[in-house]
Structure formats: C-alpha cells, structure tokens
C-alpha cells in the first residue's frame, strides 16, 4: 500500500490566557515537521527536518543550492515516499555530478546553524534518547514579565538585530542568563552551557526562547518549561508531550497560549 506524506499544517487545541482576562480555547493552526532523508544515486547524504509538502521542488533546490549539480539538467530522476515515519527523495543525477559529491564526502552537511540535521539516517532523529524533565509548569505571569524584559536584555541583538536568545528564568520571572547566536539551536546549547558551568538550578524556573519551537529545541530543553515566541510544530508538541515538558507557545507579553496536548498529558 502507498503511503501518504503527513499533512502540513495541523490543527492544535489551545488555551489562551491573558492577564485580566478568562482563559478561553482556541484552535491554532500548526506546521508539521518530518524527517526528510536525501540520497543520491543510492547514496544516503543526509537528514533535513522539512514540512512535508513540496518535497521535489526542495530536493532539487537543495542539489543545486549545495553545489551538487551544477544545472538542472544533472538532476535525472527524483522520487519522493513516504515511510512509516519519515520521507524520503531519492534523487539520480549525472556521473560527474555524482563523481565530485563522492569526491567532497559529506562535509557540506556540517557545522549547520538552522535546520539542518547532520546525520545519513532518520533513525538518527527519530530515535533519539527520550528526556524527561521535573514536573513544574511555570507561573504564567512570571511568563510575561521574562517575555516583557527580554528585549532589554539582548545586547547584540539591539546593535544587529538578527541574532537569536536563549533566557534562563527563575520561577518569579527575573533573567538570570541570557545568551544569544545567530543560529536558534546555538543560543540554547549556550544557555544550557552557561548554566552547567555557572550551577543553575535548571529545576527551578524555566526557559525562554525568541525562536519558533521545532521538534530540537523542545528536544534540547533540560528544563521543566520552555516558552517560545512562536508557535511550536507538531512534532515539538510530540517531544514535550513525552518528555513531560511545560511548553508555552506561542508567547508574548500580553498574552500567551498553552498547548493542550502537553498540559494534558
């Protein structure tokens, strides 16, 4: 039986809460996140984190993009499936194209910044070890005030105004760390760092981030809370649901909402 790629966009139950106001449902629409393994010739390359849709056109810009093929021409074939959990391109491109890709190895996966997943197996992303994570939801006013003195507190970002932060908070609200990067994933790794080396309790309080929440970040996070500003993929809500994980998103300092696929868990 064929299978079907996973929808796009999903819908997600939420609870909006607000200050001086009830909380009220909402449904919101969210983006699904796959696992999109790439091969070429029959060579696995890689593993990108993608929305399942549009998966040829992706395919082959990423060929082109990443210097793999030289024109479209070099591109032969490419055939898209879906697997039990994941999707898969099987791209076929000329013999020279493929000489120079087995001549370069697999360096131009490395050191990515944003939402890439190095690796030659799905497996790699799908069986990850599960964390699991103290049971501590924050205080949703807490929630605002750390959301509100955020933008103070990023230094490069008010001169650049392109870079990423990761906040620790204690359970009141107040920053204690705040690390910024211009990759979503290095400016939380810098947080957890910073705390590991510093002596936080990531037990107590929770942390915030100014970047949507995927699927790694809700996977990254050592904490009982994390609070986006954007909306999070279903696959995030997926990973905090197993790991027990507060997941407040989207958030802003006047109002925030809560999945309730995490607080029913």
Known sequence: MTRSLP??????AMTVHAPGAAAHARTLDIAEETPVTLSFNGMAHGVMMATPLDLHDFATGF??????IPDLAA??????RAEADHARVDMRID???????????????????????CGTDARDVLDR???HVPDAPPDLAAVGRALAALPGRQVLNARARMLHAAAWCAPDGTIMQVREDVGRHNALDKLVGAGLRDGLDFGRGFCVITSRCSYEMAHKAIMPG??????????ALRVAGQAGLYLVAPARATSVMVPDLVVGK
């Open 129 to 131: 070890p599960r964390r």
């Open 63 to 68: 060929a082109l993009t990443e210097g793999i």
């Open 75 to 80: 591109l032969k074939d490419v055939a898209v």
């Open 95 to 117: 013999g020279p194209s493929f000489h120079r890709l087995l001549a370069r190895g697999r360096r131009a996966m490395a050191g990515r910044t944003s939402c890439g997943v």
């Open 7 to 12: 929808p796009a966009i999903v819908p997600c």
């Open 226 to 235: 994390l609070v986006a500003v954007s909306a999070p993929t279903a696959r």
